[in-house]
């Protein structure tokens, strides 16, 4: 029990001696908590120490996501996330880390200590007991408050801006992600943790999901909306997509070393993931190659997939509820699986994954993350920008998405590579048969994109690539188009 005295706060174990509890009248206050969430650590201390400054109510814990029946209840979404009784009902709540707010609501329904008095530690007042006001202080001045935030904007636009400029020129390169380099949080700031590593360089972090206020700061003070952000010498190079390709093209490298970054044993970079270094996700040591090829075919076989406890339409959470309603909202289709129904998938994708809780939500192979980090990224918008930026079409089905590829151009070409760069000898002679035909034509990489290649098999009923369409229409693939080009009746085919 962090934080507080022995006995003055109580773990819960079913609904049924929570509600027990309540019904009998006294005031109670329910939090909550995750032990992977910072946030929640913090709010426990000074959950416990409220606990002895109001020993005539029940302060009672509940690990969310061991005790889903419970969360769900009370909608519960994210942590920490408080609930207040008083009387058997609840009458009030509170989400986030606040703990001026918490002193509030609590001395609201369990009474103040000395009548008239506050019961905001941030503000020092005394209602909430001395024990507390020395957490809080801590608390705030490790993450700003929020009273302090509304009592001086003028100067914390200053403050903080410089505390920005502080944490961006504190290394050569800095990373701002989700989570730590050992334990990142999202899937896109463990692409670029794998990168540098690769790269050989040193290089700082630091945790946007510990405090909100640089999080939201380097959005504006950077103009670059998601994370992770990476800088070098102070200077923002992007986030996941750009590093990678800056990686694969050797970009990255040039750069740190025109900035003076020591690289050591660049000869010695090798990639160490099983798709050569392209952008797949690693397969982590302890798992059976058996169930990491499981693993990753689940995680691929639709481009939102999300793993939660039971079905979308029948959830067993409400961390899993929320995310299928998110998802919903923003008319987005994805695949699922209920981890409830085979533990060796539970177990095995905790640790693939390193990400210990569930749900998790995985955008082409990579994850994105829990429902707390789904929750932010709607409000924030970056979901919505992620989905567009990999391509998923909102409110489309498969089909729509291929008829409008196979329109994208009178005369369209699926190939294995691009015209330029060829990745199958059968592609490459249809290009080159178009080419010394005159034809303009548009084309499509299948190999990017393993739903689309999978997809246009179906649509066109033609199992191999490359497939050539002229107006949304299968001419056929490299024996049939080679057969009308040696005919010379290719070029009438597609000018009909």
């Not at 390169?173 to 692409?191: A, N, R, T, V």
């Not at 206020?213 to 102070?234: A, D, H, I, M």
Request: some cysteine; charged content about 25%.
């Amino acid at each position: 029990m962090a934080g507080g005295v022995e006995g003055a706060v109580k773990e819960v174990k079913s609904k049924a001696e929570l509600d027990q509890t309540i019904g009998e009248g006294s005031p109670v206050i329910l939090h909550f908590w995750a032990s992977w969430c910072e946030a929640s650590k913090h709010m426990d201390q000074v959950f416990s120490h409220l606990s002895t400054d109001f020993p005539l109510a029940h302060f009672i814990r509940v690990e969310a996501e061991e005790q889903p029946e419970i969360s769900e209840a009370y909608s519960v979404s994210a942590v920490p996330y408080f609930v207040l009784f008083k009387d058997g009902k609840a009458v009030d709540t509170l989400e986030g880390a606040d703990p001026s707010s918490l002193a509030n609501k609590v001395a609201k329904v369990a009474g103040s200590i000395s009548c008239g008095e506050s019961a905001a530690p941030a503000s020092l007042g005394m209602a909430a007991g001395p024990t507390i006001l020395e957490t809080v202080k801590e608390f705030a001045k490790e993450n700003g408050s929020p009273q302090e935030r509304t009592l001086l904007p003028s100067a914390v636009g200053d403050r903080l801006k410089k505390r920005l400029e502080q944490l961006v020129n504190s290394h050569g390169i800095m990373l701002f992600m989700k989570g730590s380099p050992e334990s990142p949080k999202c899937g896109f700031s463990q692409k670029v943790v794998d990168i540098l590593k690769k790269e050989k360089v040193k290089f700082g972090s630091f945790d946007i999901l510990t405090d909100n206020e640089v999080r939201e700061g380097l959005k504006k003070f950077s103009n670059w909306p998601t994370f992770p952000q990476l800088y070098c010498k102070g200077e923002l190079l992007g986030g996941c997509d750009i590093a990678i390709a800056m990686h694969e093209n050797g970009e990255l490298r040039d750069v740190f070393k025109g900035h003076g970054i020591e690289i050591s044993n660049p000869s010695e970079i090798k990639a160490t993931g099983p798709d050569g270094g392209r952008g797949g996700i690693t397969g982590p040591s302890g798992l059976t190659a058996a169930l990491t090829s499981r693993l990753q075919d689940l995680i691929n076989s639709s481009e939102v997939m999300l793993f939660t406890k039971g079905k979308p339409d029948e959830p067993r959470c409400g961390f899993s509820r929320k995310v299928v309603y998110i998802l919903r909202q923003e008319k987005v289709k994805f695949g699922s699986f209920d981890i409830l129904s085979d533990d060796e998938v539970r177990q095995g994708l905790k640790v693939y994954s390193n990400w210990s809780s569930y749900p998790q939500l995985y955008i082409k192979g990579e994850l994105i993350g829990g429902s707390d980090i789904v929750l932010e990224m709607q409000k924030s918008g970056e979901l919505k920008k992620v989905l567009s930026d990999k391509g998923i079409l909102l409110g489309e089905s498969l089909e729509d998405r291929v008829k409008q590829l196979v329109n994208l151009s009178a005369v369209m070409l699926f190939m294995k590579g691009t015209p330029d760069a060829s990745r199958c000898g059968f592609s490459s002679k249809v290009v080159n048969a178009l080419k010394e035909e005159g034809v303009e034509f548009g084309s499509f990489d299948i190999l990017t994109d393993e739903v689309v290649r999978q997809g246009l098999k179906k649509y066109s009923n033609w199992p191999t690539f490359p497939q050539l369409y002229y107006k949304g229409e299968l001419i056929g693939g490299c024996d049939i188009v080679m057969e009308l080009h040696n005919n010379g009746e290719l070029k009438v085919n597609l000018s009909e």
